[in-house]
C-alpha cells in the first residue's frame, strides 16, 4: 500500500481546525501529521514534520496565513511545501493573495468534506485546485492588477495550439474538458500542459492563469 499522505491543518479556530483534522484523518489514504493556530507556527512545523499538504486558514494572529504560506511555497523556496487555502472568504483580495505567494489552491470552509479530500488529494499529487467558476470570478476582479499597462500576448514563447490550452486553463476548464473543447484526447491535454508550464517556467496551473490574466491572454 502507498504511504497516506501527511496532513498539516491550520487553523486559529479549535472547532474548525479539529473538524477539519477529524475529517481528514477518518479517511485511509490520509493522515494528520499536525495542528497549530498560527502562521508562524505552520512554518516551524512544516520544517519539522515534512508534511504532504498544509491546510492553511488566512487570517491568524502571529503570522497570517499568506507570509506563512510565502514562506512554505513562495519563489525561491528550497524546498517548497504544497498549501491548500481553506478561507470563509471567497473574493476577498486576501485568497488571491495567497495563491500568489505560492497556494495550489482555495476552497471555501462551506464546501462540503468530500470536496475538501478532493483538495487535498488533488495539491497532493502536484496539481492545481481551482474550482472554474471561482477562478473566474476571482482572477478576474484581479485581472487589472495582474496584467501589466501594455501587455502583449504576442510576446509570449507558446505555439497557437499551446496559447489556445492555456486560455481553457485559464478559464478554469479542466483536462478532460479541455480535451472536449479541442477535440484531442486527455492524455495530449496533459502533454500541453506540461510543454507550457516548461517554456514559461511555471509551477502550477496556479501560475499559468495568473500568467494568462497578466499577458492578457484572457479577459
Known amino acids: 500500500m502507498n504511504a497516506p499522505v501527511?496532513?498539516?491543518v491550520c487553523d486559529d479556530q479549535v472547532l474548525i481546525r479539529t473538524g477539519l483534522a477529524t475529517i481528514i484523518d477518518a479517511q485511509p489514504d490520509l493522515e494528520v501529521a499536525g495542528e497549530c493556530g498560527d502562521g508562524r507556527t505552520a512554518v516551524d512545523l512544516a520544517g519539522e514534520l515534512r508534511p504532504d499538504v498544509v491546510v492553511m486558514d488566512i487570517r491568524m494572529p502571529v503570522l497570517d496565513g499568506i507570509e506563512a504560506t510565502r514562506l512554505l511555497a513562495g519563489a525561491g523556496v528550497a524546498h517548497?511545501?504544497?498549501?491548500?487555502?481553506v478561507t470563509t472568504f471567497n473574493l476577498d483580495e486576501y485568497v488571491y493573495e495567497a495563491l500568489r505567494a505560492g497556494a495550489s489552491g482555495f476552497l471555501l470552509k462551506d464546501a462540503p468534506p468530500d470536496r475538501l479530500l478532493h483538495g487535498i488529494r488533488t495539491v497532493a499529487t502536484g496539481a492545481a485546485l481551482l474550482d472554474p467558476e471561482v477562478t473566474r470570478r476571482l482572477v478576474g476582479r484581479y485581472a487589472a492588477r495582474i496584467r501589466p499597462t501594455g501587455?502583449?500576448?504576442?510576446?509570449?514563447?507558446?505555439?497557437?495550439r499551446e496559447t489556445e490550452v492555456l486560455r481553457l486553463i485559464a478559464d478554469g476548464f479542466s483536462n478532460s474538458e479541455i480535451a472536449a473543447a479541442l477535440v484531442i484526447s486527455?492524455?495530449?491535454?496533459?502533454?500541453?500542459?506540461s510543454r507550457i508550464l516548461a517554456k514559461l517556467g511555471l509551477r502550477d496551473r496556479v501560475q499559468a492563469v495568473v500568467y494568462a490574466y497578466r499577458h492578457g491572454l484572457v479577459t
Open 186 to 193: 486527455p492524455e495530449t491535454v496533459k502533454t500541453f500542459v
Open 6 to 8: 501527511r496532513v498539516l
Open 151 to 160: 501587455g502583449t500576448p504576442h510576446d509570449i514563447p507558446l505555439t497557437p
Open 80 to 85: 517548497p511545501v504544497k498549501v491548500l487555502v
